[in-house]
């Protein structure tokens, strides 16, 4: 069964610096898609980035970044010079092609400190 | 375009009373979702809809939940009697089956409270 693992439920990060919240998913199709969400305290849930199993490069968004690593089968999301604005809940998911389900994981906390 | 829409935003009820959640689906979008939201489960999939038909509604908790599509845009999830273990917040989704990214979008959610 496909699985979602987000071993951080809580982080503090200063302003300005670089984050890197951590996912890692288990599967045993090739082709699947990888997405994270995040979920400000008003509660909507926000779209940030894909990535495509067969995607050569690792994703990129503004100031986030996927670093896709297929043989670990990690997905961590990098938030490049955080701002207040980035503390939320962040969700890592994924999607099988032969799917239409998306499966989430249980999330990681971020808090950015001023 | 307006995004997903849902209604109430905030419910709150006692036990024993039927629920009703609706949602409006970005137009033009063939598939919709149901998830609850909670701080012990997470984010669960409840069921989900493909050009108005069910697919899969094993994430259903019981009997007490069902859910319909009459039309491409509305759906209802129903709660009927509602106990306290439902509270949670329960987003509707919607996405197009051939882009790319088959990114899924979510309304705001509604917070159920049933007291």
């Known amino acids: 069964a496909q699985k979602i693992t987000q071993t951080q439920p809580g982080m503090f990060v200063q302003e300005k610096e670089a984050v890197t919240l951590d996912c890692t998913y288990d599967?045993?199709?090739?082709?699947?898609?990888l997405f994270w969400y995040k979920q400000p305290s008003s509660g909507e849930m926000i779209f940030l980035i894909y990535?495509?199993?067969?995607?050569?490069q690792n994703a990129t968004e503004g100031r986030y970044s996927l670093n896709f690593q297929k043989a670990r089968k990690s997905a961590n999301l990098v938030i490049s010079a955080s701002q207040l604005g980035d503390s939320a809940m962040y969700f890592c998911?994924?999607?099988?092609?032969?799917?239409?389900?998306?499966?989430f994981g249980k999330g990681t906390r971020l808090h950015i400190l001023p | 375009d307006a995004g997903v829409i849902q209604s109430p935003r905030h419910e709150v009820t006692e036990m024993g009373q039927e629920v009703t959640l609706r949602c409006k689906p970005i137009s033009g979008h063939d598939y919709l979702f149901w998830y609850r939201q909670t701080m012990m489960r997470g984010l669960e999939l409840l069921i989900y809809f493909n050009n108005n038909v069910p697919i899969d509604d094993s994430g259903m908790p019981e009997d007490r939940f069902s859910a319909k599509m009459p039309n491409a845009s509305f759906s209802t999830l129903k709660i009927q009697p509602s106990e306290p273990r439902d509270s949670a917040v329960y987003f509707c989704a919607s996405n197009h089956g051939t882009v790319k990214y088959n990114e899924q979008f979510f309304g705001p959610g509604t917070r159920l409270t049933v007291l």
């Open positions: 599967t045993s199709d090739p082709s699947y898609g």
């Open positions: 990535q495509g199993s067969y995607d050569q």
């Open positions: 998911a994924m999607r099988l092609n032969r799917d239409d389900k998306i499966i």
